[in-house]
């Protein structure tokens, strides 16, 4: 879920997973994975500069994030280019007192432009990738809504 000023702003679109995991009273594993193709959800309007949240929903911390954005995508909807590397921090997300999810903070630096956000997200039982896609307000625009 990317998230702006605690707001839900865009759900994600899975792209794939792997998981992997041990039936109780078992000792055979399971493993599912999926594939899928290239999608993005519509752009979510964001201004440049704000503190922005992809949430995982787990209360076990990822063991890696990676988030790349890329100004384009090509008629098959892949990436253009070589994607930029966001940086980011994890903050936990607590309910009464105990860890629900963890949170991907980051900001959106350059005004003006798309964010296609390929989310790559590895547990301990497997990983999942998503896409996000977001478009920063032109300046001129973004000074102008403020006043």
């Known amino acids: 879920m990317l998230r702006v000023h605690g707001d839900n702003v865009q759900r994600g679109r899975l792209i794939g997973y792997c998981w992997s995991y041990r039936e109780p009273g078992s000792d055979y594993g399971v493993t599912e994975c999926a594939d899928g193709t290239y999608s993005w959800p519509d752009a979510a309007k964001l201004h440049a500069r704000t503190r922005a949240s992809i949430r995982f929903f787990k ?3 990822p063991k890696s994030v990676r988030l790349s954005a890329y100004k384009d995508v090509g008629r098959d909807n892949r990436p253009k280019g070589e994607g930029e590397r966001l940086a980011y ?3 936990p997300v607590e309910s009464q007192g105990e860890v ?10 350059e005004w003006g432009r798309h964010y296609y956000m390929a989310v790559s997200s590895r547990w ?3 990983d999942a ?3 996000f896609h977001a478009k920063t307000f032109d300046r001129l625009v973004a000074l102008l809504r403020r006043t």
């Open 59 to 61: 209360a076990q911390a």
């Open 89 to 91: 921090r994890l903050r």
């Open 129 to 131: 990738f998503y896409n």
């Open 124 to 126: 301990k039982e497997g």
């Open 100 to 109: 629900v999810a963890w949170d991907a903070v980051f900001r959106l630096r």
